[in-house]
């Protein structure tokens, strides 16, 4: 029932025709919403991971100065105020890279930060976190997470770009204020100290395009790039040098928690393989042809010679 009005029989008198109209038409969408299993996804916090490789934040005293605790503890911190939202940690140097598959099924969205030990992060966990994005879970994608494996696996393109660490500033230009990622975003956010990524960015044409930047030596930069994978949603975001606090920026923490929100899951994931058995057809069927499939729809194996 809807929350927000009594039931006809507690308030009878009060109650107008055009009051019961609005009634039944908010009952209606409340029980559709519950109805489908919805009220499940809406009273859960959406479960949120953010991986780190956790290497210049113990090994460069200026990025130790930016994020004494890590970026990714930087992170949890900003998404943690989040109401709705429950943010974990996890890092390379724990058991199984820090994403087991039990994390990773508990997980709706993913947050991935590396830069060092790209090519650390075994190619198992790859598959792993590839086929959850597949099935639905969202992945957001920061800075230098553009040359990580798991994004140039899902792009299936080389992801490279030019770079120059001058600490310039930068400014991330809203190009698509629309976007739920850009809500409450303003023109453009000012980065006084920033690295220079560029393009041509190696990367498919986005879904959507939310920012583009502009670097101070003159350069322009896709920052902000939407795709879909299967079920799942991405979003690549590139601020985030680890030099500079920039995850500390309230509007930059701001774009990172839209993303999220926007990556979550979306429903039941598509690529679910089944064979319907002839008799099971929505409508009265006889197969009317031959077929390579046995009875279970197994494709039938060959027997002997090529
Ligand atoms: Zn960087």
Redesign the pocket.
Known sequence: MCPAFRPRSVAPLRYSRGLAQIHDRCDFAWRALCGRGNIKILMQPLRVTIWNEFIHERENPAVARAYPRGIHQALADAISRESGVSARTATLDQPEQGLPQAILDDTDVLVWWG?AAHEAVEDRLVTRAQERVLGGMGLVVL??GHYSKIFKRLMGTGCGLC?R?AGERERVWVVNPGHPIAAGARDCIELEQS?MYGEPFAIPTPDDLIFVSWFEGGEVFRSGCTWTRGSGRIFYFSP????YPIYHHPDIQKVIVNGIHWARPQGRPADVPRNVAVEQAREKLTRKGPSVHDAAGRVASRSGGA
């Open positions: 830069h800075h230098s770079w660490e690295e985030g040098h680890e030099a």
